[in-house]
């Protein structure tokens, strides 16, 4: 390989226009809303929303030099607020920059707060990078002061035009005068990453055996057989993984949940994400059975949230094996389930009156509230009294499950409730 293949084919093959740029026509295209803003010369603060190798970095980088613009680049990874903070002095001083941050759905609360004063003040026109839905990743008062944009993900046609566009452009591919018989491997290994794609193509054509010009599937299949763990966090593995993640804790196998907690870290799977499904988990699959789930797997997102990889991994480990080894129980999820069932065929029914609320005179002239038992009157804290609308009076909607602690609960409610909900 000749030494200017120093850089990457995809970081040489980046364009530096809107007009070399290939998908998300939707924004880029004659008359859209990049290209306005770079027509009329005024930046506003963006956040990109996308896959991997969709073009927010190039994007980034497209309208800062479009512009004119000094540009900052900063990795949530490896960024925090005293980095943040140094831009924004450079940028102070210089009048304006452009600060890019990838993956900012990756920085904590403290962090994003570190960039509104610059933001409002227009020091700064930031452009953020996030793979994951920013309504839930990004502060509400940094989200306000952002336009978000959305990227698709790159069709076949596109990452076909992306290689065809390198094959034609770049010095050292027109040297190798390669043919691409098959696409299928190239295409389904990128996984949509128009980055990934074309160093993989780089890959396959400087490990070809000498004299061969065609690419193959079995070719590029035998060069990258050492990616058999790939993880693709857009793409169908994704949701086959988290999955299998979730299925192994529900089955209580603490071995398959925490190999598919490894294969997901592996991949770079953000940390959150894999908090946040186990937090749905601890209530949906264990609930009472087991109420502590729930607090732990609170602690782990919020611990994740202030920790990060490499070490929050630790968190997530002791998270993942205490509720793959806890009872299960679906009974709260059913009851919700059937709950709005219910009130989806039955409608607004009426409140009975005792438990009506009645703050003023005229509700209780009303007899809003009137017959009402307060419980803690009653020997026992509890006194039988009607809760459920007329028209569904003796409705059972929980039936806790067969498990210890449930047990415990299911006692006290066929003490209070055995005539009539059966308990």
Known sequence: MPASSHIPLAERMRPHTLEEFIGQEHLVGLGKVLEQMIQSHKAHSIIFWGPPGVGKTTLAQIIAHAL?????TLSAIDSGVKEVRAVIETARKAGHALLFIDEIHRFNKAQQDSLLGAVEKGIITLIGATTENPSFEVIGALLSRCQVYILKPLTEDHLMALVHHAMEKDEWLKEKDVTIKEWEALLQLSGGDARKLLNLLELVVSSLPKGEKNITNDLVQDVVQTKAALYDKSGEQHYDIISAFIKSIRGSDPNGAVYWLARMIAGGEDPKFIARRMLILASEDIGNANPNALLLATSCFQAVEMIGYPEC???????????????????????????????????????????????????????????????????????????????????????????????????????????????
């Open 68 to 72: 004119s613009i000094p540009i900052f």
């Open 313 to 423: 991994r630790i968190i997530l480990s002791q998270t993942v094996t205490y509720l793959a080894s806890s009872p299960k129980s679906n009974a709260a999820y059913m009851a919700i389930n059937a709950a709005q069932s219910l009130v989806s065929k039955t409608g607004d029914l009426s409140v009975p009156l005792p438990i009506r609320n009645a703050p003023t005179g005229l509700m209780k002239k009303l007899d809003y509230g009137k017959g009402y038992k307060y419980a803690h009157d009653f020997d026992g804290n509890f006194v039988d009294q009607e809760y459920l609308p007329e028209e569904i009076k003796g409705t059972k909607l929980y039936d806790p499950a067969h498990n210890a602690a449930e047990d415990r609960l299911r006692e006290y409610l066929r003490r209070c409730w055995k005539e009539k909900y059966g308990y």
